[in-house]
């Protein structure tokens, strides 16, 4: 198989599994907080977020360092050490785990009832351990199927272990069985994640031992990558998710916990399969620049920051619009408060995939240390920001403070890549596209709580695509070499039809000309 077909593969059992994960793990994610109602899932969300968090510290280091190293050495024709580095790394990961169970059992000793209240601590302390330690196995089983370049595991696991999860989550509800049950049942898709990817992985690696040591060399290396990587994602899970539940528990309620994290899990799948998709592509695409000069570079940075504005924008501005029958339809009356904190972390999320452009110039650049110093600065900021304003405002004080880690986060990312590329971003040009998004989701009001909840956003989101795109040609948010390939575009996939859209193009296209 050449270059070319291997990556096509390759991209094709990713999206498989990021789509299949993302869409199933919404409905699953809808069924709980459907079942547990806002109090039991922000309790429930606390508990899993200490899973996740417990994840990101031990598998950070050792699942890049599984990726980065079995890749170099299948490359540099050095196959019969990637059991042993596998070992070395396995080893190096039960080091981590068991620093993190240590760590675990005290914070739950010293803070349980406030972080995870209703949950008996000894056996939330026995779940949290086995927990951590499946999925942490799991992903560090894809992180080496990756160095392998095997991605058809991923989208395996997904396909089969996603939707049984799905359908026992389904089986509680039904049920009607309380939390624990839930509980369990995270246990037992952890062990099928982890069990199939493990045999999967196994039959993959190399023939060899295990035993025989490293090269000297390459032991300092992997130490460095482990420490280096651990700390970058330890303190960027802490920056990019919810803490807040955590905070809304200790200093509000469970309640304002569920309501939050209602909103922000729709809010974070809505950028990410939006603007985020064309953000993927964005950390090649800006290293290919660097390669061909710093002015390539800031080019590609504002006009890849253009287009992100043109996606994220509308989004926000018809998200915001339609987010009471968007959650009412999703999640039921209960969280009529998750509408507020759906809007304000969707501008928050969507702010920050527009900033995307960015921070993939900076690590393009070699600027490593300057992103990892923002993380930690966003990090300290939004700890502190939570313990304070949540004290004193709860779920208001967890949205003011989210808001304004999202604005720190984006605008500083952006002032260090321009800054970096010695590029300008087209101000302008983003000042119209909010415009024509703001303009688009105004007739949407129109059908505000007029209509049912499906059907208003139905009529809502045919309105505002329809508006939409013409208002970007009429404020000038295209240039010309966009349009010309709109053109190029509607006359080789719609053969020039409709009519209407040939001269709406023509049109825009004078538009942009005009001085």
């Given at each position: ?375 930690m600065v966003c990090g300290v900021l939004k700890i502190t920001l939570d313990a304070v304003l949540i004290h004193f405002d709860g779920l ?120």
């Amino acid at each position: 198989m050449n270059l070319r077909a291997r990556t096509l593969r390759n991209t094709m059992f990713s999206s498989v599994a990021m789509y299949t994960e993302f869409a199933l793990g919404m409905l699953t994610s809808i069924i709980i907080a459907r079942h547990l109602g806002p109090e039991g899932f922000g309790a429930y969300s606390a508990v899993i977020w200490l899973v996740g968090m417990g994840v990101a510290a031990v598998n950070s280091g050792t699942a890049s360092a599984a990726i980065k190293f079995v890749a170099e050495l299948r490359g540099a024709d050095r196959e019969s050490q990637v059991r042993p580095l596998v070992a070395y790394l396995r080893r190096a990961q039960r080091g981590f785990l068991a620093i993190v169970i240590v760590i675990g059992g005290l914070a739950l000793w010293l803070a349980g009832s406030h972080v995870a209240p209703g949950f008996h601590h000894g056996m939330l302390f026995a779940f949290l351990a086995l927990a951590v330690a499946l999925r942490a196995g799991y992903m560090f089983n894809i992180g080496i199927a990756k160095g392998l370049e095997d991605f058809r595991i991923n989208a395996m696991v997904a396909l089969v272990s996603t939707p049984v999860n799905l359908a026992m989550v389904a089986a509680v509800w039904l049920l009607d069985l309380p939390v624990e049950w839930l509980l369990l049942v995270f246990l037992v898709s952890g062990v099928m994640f982890y069990g199939m990817s493990r045999s999967q992985v196994e039959k993959l690696l190399p023939p060899g031992e295990n035993l025989p040591a490293l090269p000297p060399e390459l032991v300092p290396r992997v130490r460095r990558q482990m420490l280096y990587s651990t700390l970058i994602v330890t303190v960027g899970f802490i920056a990019a998710s919810e803490i807040e539940i955590l905070f809304l528990n200790a200093y509000a309620d469970s309640h304002a916990a569920g309501q939050f994290k209602v909103g922000y899990q729709l809010a974070s799948g809505a950028a990410a399969l939006v603007p985020g998709v064309f953000g993927a592509l964005l950390l090649p695409m800006m290293a290919n620049a660097l390669s061909q000069g710093r002015e390539v570079a800031g080019y590609r940075y504002a006009a890849s920051t253009a287009y992100l504005m043109l996606l994220a924008a509308p989004l926000v501005a018809f998200g915001i619009v339609l987010s009471d029958p968007l959650v009412d339809l999703l999640y039921g009356h209960e969280y009529e408060e998750a509408s507020i904190a759906f809007s304000v972390c969707l501008a928050g999320a969507a702010l920050t995939a527009s900033a995307q452009a960015g921070s993939s110039l900076l690590i393009s650049a070699d600027r490593q240390r300057a992103v990892l110093l923002l993380l930690m600065v966003c990090g300290v900021l939004k700890i502190t920001l939570d313990a304070v304003l949540i004290h004193f405002d709860g779920l208001r004080g967890a949205l003011i403070a989210f808001a304004v880690v999202s604005l720190v986060n984006a605008f500083t990312y952006t002032a260090l890549a321009i800054r970096e590329s010695g590029a300008s971003l087209d101000w302008g040009r983003l000042s119209r596209t909010i415009l024509a998004s703001a303009i688009a989701a105004c007739p949407l009001l129109l059908v505000h709580h007029h209509l049912p909840p499906l059907a208003e956003i139905a009529v809502g989101a045919m309105l505002g695509a329809t508006l939409y795109l013409p208002l970007t040609l009429w404020l000038r948010c295209w240039t010309a070499n966009d349009i010309d390939y709109m053109r190029h575009l509607h006359q080789r996939l719609l053969k020039g039809y409709p009519r209407f859209g040939t001269r709406l193009l023509d049109w825009a296209r004078l538009r942009v000309e005009a001085p």
